[in-house]
């Protein structure tokens, strides 16, 4: 996902350099919690949005991520903090203890702003790692929360793994898919916890298939479709390698709309296969618009592989950016995905 470069960490670093704590950064940081605590609420209230980016690396010395998710069921609301492990944070003999010492630093001020406003603070820690995967199991507190987007009530795991169900940077895309479903059907490949396939759902399509290889996010889609009354009859769930699943199933069904989101990179235990995203994705697009989907039908692929390039001339259709639409009010961190709309041939009005 999302990686602290050198020159960010080397901010924070400078700063703790100059008096013991970086207290000048760390002031900062306390400010901008303060002022976007109260704006960022205002903002989303404007837009109609319940959980959000609170802060986004807004101050280059203290370059985390916090995000807001309220409870529907029962209005409280959570604080998600990322920290990136960056070049600095590893002690000279091997042990945690710079880390750990900056993490709770930050935990400290954003506990001291939001004080019992928050019903808690969750911190995931974001580092290469070698060999294992980031969809790995952290926890077993098992904090499971209801959130609304839109139409849609999505479930959120607070605590057990680094993602929690739900990206909040891709609202718009998921909130335009509903407003663009009525009377279509849905093809949502690498579909995670099926937030996509919730909102065409309820936006009236006329059924669904989600593929992933994940049995234990298709059972988690499976409670989202049921906890928004869609009917698993209308809303295939298939457990499927996404290369294989589309080799075999050529022609069988054209699709209005195709959601290809996929990992950069992933490594199947269970099947050996492995999807490299930059390599992968054109053969995959192709076969998409020629066996998949419908002559008027939209394919939205996207990625958040920054060193990804668009070979459009590697696609044949017509291949549209339509990143500016698909990024929302409350990521400051614009080249956090980008977004392409593909089609058979240029549409008009579209
Ligand atoms: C980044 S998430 C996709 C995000 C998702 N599209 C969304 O909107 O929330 C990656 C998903 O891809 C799935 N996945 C990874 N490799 C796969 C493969 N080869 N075939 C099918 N699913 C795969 C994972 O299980 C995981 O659910």
Known sequence: MDSLDSQEHSNFISESKKNQTGQGGLDMFRNRLRKNKKEMAKRAKQNSVQSYRLYDKDIPQVPVVIDLYKDINTTKEYLVFQ??????????????????????????????????????????????????????????????ITIQEGNAKILVNLSDYLDT???????????????????????????????????????????????????????????????????????????????????????KVKYDT???????????????????????????????IDYYLSDEGVIYFSTNFRKFQMESESIEGHVEDISEETIPFDIREKKIHRTWKITKKAMQNA
């Open 83 to 144: 920290y990136f492990r960056g070049p600095f944070d590893y002690s000279e003999d091997g042990n945690d203890r710079i880390l750990d010492e900056r993490i709770s630093t930050i935990k400290e001020i954003i506990l001291e702003v939001f004080q019992s406003s928050i019903a808690g603070l969750y911190v995931k820690l974001r580092e290469k790692k070698k060999g294992s995967s980031q969809y790995e199991k952290l926890s077993q507190e098992r904090k499971i």
């Open 258 to 288: 195709i959601i290809l989101d996929p990992p950069t990179f992933s490594n199947s235990k269970k099947t050996g296969s492995i999807w490299d995203l930059p390599k992968d994705c054109y053969g995959l697009i192709q076969s998409l």
């Open 165 to 251: 169900g739900i990206f909040l940077d891709h609202r718009p895309l998921r909130l335009k898919i509903g407003r663009e479903s009525s009377g279509k059907n849905l093809l949502n490949l690498f579909c995670y916890t099926g937030a996509f396939t919730v909102h065409a759902g309820l936006g009236g399509a006329k059924y669904t298939t989600s593929v992933d290889l994940s049995n234990t996010y298709l059972e988690w889609a499976e409670k989202n479709l049921l906890l928004n009354q869609l009917n698993l009859s209308m809303h295939q769930l298939v457990e499927a390698d996404i290369m294989e699943w589309v080799k075999e199933n050529r022609e």
